[in-house]
């Protein structure tokens, strides 16, 4: 049918394709049907076009037609590529009070989800105040989807506890964890990432050597994402000590070192007290010899690690650095 093809477009993101076909439709003496503006729909609002998203929103209304759960959703994620939190709201309010079943398993292939339209609904939103790291309003949508008897899922979870890490919120975020588990929902190295990162920038290093001994006992394996977080942890406190076992661990599980571990590793020694001028050196002329790439960060703790004038000669004049290093 017209539809299935127009679906097949929109899943290849072929815009002229599928309105072509919207105009065959038509031109075929038939009448578009409210999958047929859905797949529409949702072809723009994959591509973040909320502005022609809405405009088929309107010719759909004026058919007569009103828009489901599943248009509601693809709007949601619309305005949240484009960073309109308020847009994605109203259509949030929108789709809990629209019908979930009009249109029934047809519709349903638009979505890229398997889950329930309302489940996605919620973790449209969940998501969309993650990535700007408004824990509130991520915190919000989670008590609404709880509220109206919806079992949060992995993906609902892990982007509340990433909303609460941007925050740096190390104790919502190892709660949301426990909820997770509460529900055997096993977090995954990404979901322990993100609680390690809000323990990073609370600065609370014991809850985060919890949370990274429970990973372990868990059977989940650290990355170097994982490392990088736990190095920065104890960097700050001049923990070297615990930097390097750390570095040693990362090694014996066949992981290489990254500059984001690199720089935690050189701030460390420069936090230190007294300072471990002589380590960062050598940790330094290790890494350029392996070949890390070398950022500002990483110039910055060498130079903290071993003041101005040992940092001028090891790495050259800070005038002399590329842009990107200063």
Request: aromatic residues 8%; hydrophobic residues 45%.
């Amino acid at each position: 049918s017209y539809n299935m093809i127009m679906d097949a477009c929109v899943k290849a993101d072929n815009v002229e394709a599928a309105k072509r076909w919207f105009d065959r439709l038509i031109d075929g003496g038939q009448v578009p049907c409210q999958i047929s503006y859905a797949i529409m729909i949702h072809l723009y609002a994959k591509q973040g076009a909320t502005v022609q998203a809405e405009i088929w929103l309107q010719h759909m209304l004026n058919a007569g037609m009103k828009p489901n759960i599943i248009t509601c959703n693809s709007l949601i994620v619309a305005c949240s590529r484009n960073g309109d939190i308020a847009g994605a709201e109203r259509w949030a309010y929108e789709a809990e009070n629209a019908d979930a079943t009009t249109a029934g398993a047809k519709c349903r292939s638009m979505s890229e989800s398997k889950a329930e339209p309302h489940v996605v609904t919620y973790c449209s939103m969940i998501d969309a105040y993650a990535k700007v790291g408004d824990r509130d309003g991520a915190e919000r949508w989670h008590r609404r989807m709880s509220d109206r008897g919806l079992l949060p899922n992995r993906h609902a979870l892990s982007s509340v506890i990433t909303a609460c890490a941007k925050a740096g919120d190390a104790l919502a975020a190892n709660q949301y964890l426990m909820s997770m588990e509460k529900a055997e929902i096993q977090p995954d190295v990404v979901v322990y990432g993100s609680v390690l990162n809000a323990c990073a920038k609370a600065g609370d290093v014991d809850r985060a050597k919890k949370v990274f001994q429970h990973m372990q006992s868990s059977g989940v394996q650290p990355n170097n994402f994982v490392y990088s977080l736990m190095a920065q942890t104890f960097a700050y406190s001049g923990d070297w000590v615990e930097v390097e076992k750390l570095a040693s661990m990362l090694t014996k599980q066949g992981l290489a070192m990254n500059a984001h571990f690199l720089a935690a590793q050189l701030l460390s020694y420069g936090c230190a007290r007294p300072r471990q001028p002589l380590r960062a050196e050598a940790a330094f002329v290790d890494a350029r010899a392996k070949g890390i790439p070398m950022n500002k960060y990483i110039m910055r703790a060498l130079r903290r690690a071993l003041g101005a004038a040992q940092c001028a000669k090891l790495a050259g004049a800070e005038d002399t650095w590329p842009h990107s290093l200063r």
